[in-house]
Nanobody, 126 residues
Framework: VQLAESGGGPVQAGASLRLSCVAS????????MGWFRQAPGKEREFVAT????????FYSDSVKGRFTISRDNDPNTVYLQMNNLKPEDTAIYFC????????????????????WGLGTQVTVSS
């Protein structure tokens, strides 16, 4: 499975961005998908996740109410709509796939995710 993110870039605080991630080269049934981010000098942190059936989503407290995760399963694409961006959102954003999540599963530990994209940089200036 290969994951490819796109949509990052430099923006001003308060702006919006929409990240996309396309999965290819494998089967994704019952796979949850998630977004994580890593800022310079910090560990990778959970941002948002969505179940295979798209009925369940979960967000970190730092992005709740500002970010929205969604997905299309044909083709297998996950999106992250980011509104009201803040300088502290600056990071590399990674898409990940959890192949063992099940129909309703959503997990926040990066160790539960099997496949990762290379990331897309988001830079928010004040």
């Amino acid at each position: 499975v290969q994951l490819a993110e796109s949509g990052g870039g430099p923006v001003q605080a308060g702006a919006s961005l929409r990240l996309s991630c396309v999965a290819s080269g494998g089967t994704y049934v019952n796979s949850a998908m998630g977004w994580f981010r890593q800022a310079p000098g910090k560990e990778r942190e959970f941002v948002a996740t969505i179940s295979w059936n798209a009925l369940i989503t979960f967000y970190s407290d730092s992005v709740k109410g500002r970010f929205t995760i969604s997905r299309d399963n044909d083709p297998n694409t996950v999106y992250l709509q980011m509104n009201n961006l803040k300088p502290e959102d600056t990071a590399i954003y990674f898409c990940a796939l959890d192949s063992e999540a099940g129909w309703y599963g959503t997990r926040t530990n990066p160790n539960d995710y099997d496949y990762w994209g290379l990331g897309t940089q988001v830079t928010v200036s004040s």
